[in-house]
């Protein structure tokens, strides 16, 4: 997706990263006690392939936001018991297909989502069209 791998340049060994969940969610809190994020990103290719994505952010929801990146390849099996610190960006690309499933499972769990992607500019987190936003 249009977002996924701003941040790969900064590893040297992307075969480094952990993928444990249990390390995932104690690097996870670690990080957020010591720099307060208002929010964290869950992305990176498919977020719905990992098989305990969902794990991930039911933890993460009680200590800050958490946006969650899909390209709407794949149909995730669940998608309730997350609390309004949730949103799920669903990209829109020619090989999203399940974007507008994603999109009823969302509504009917009451989980806030925004498109995202070529389509158009809407749905971006802080509101202004993608050529506005200011880069890192």
Not at 14 to 40: C, G, M, R
Not at 96 to 122: F, R, W
Request: hydrophobic fraction near 30%; charge should be positive.
């Amino acid at each position: 997706c249009s977002n996924c791998a701003n941040l790969m340049p900064r590893y040297n060994n992307v075969n480094s990263i952990i993928y444990d969940i249990e390390s995932l969610k104690e690097s996870s809190l670690t990080a957020i006690k010591k720099f307060k994020p208002p929010y964290v990103n869950i992305l990176g290719g498919e977020t719905f392939l990992h098989p305990n994505w969902k794990e991930l952010v039911l933890f993460l929801q009680n200590y800050t936001n958490v946006f969650v990146y899909t390209n709407a390849t794949i149909l995730p099996k669940d998608l309730s018991g997350f609390n309004d610190r949730v949103t799920i960006l669903i990209e829109r690309y020619p090989k999203s297909k399940y974007t507008d499933e994603i999109a009823s499972m969302c509504e009917k769990n009451n989980v806030k989502h925004l498109p995202q992607g070529p389509a158009g500019n809407e749905g971006y987190r802080d509101g202004r069209p993608r050529d506005q936003r200011r880069r890192l």
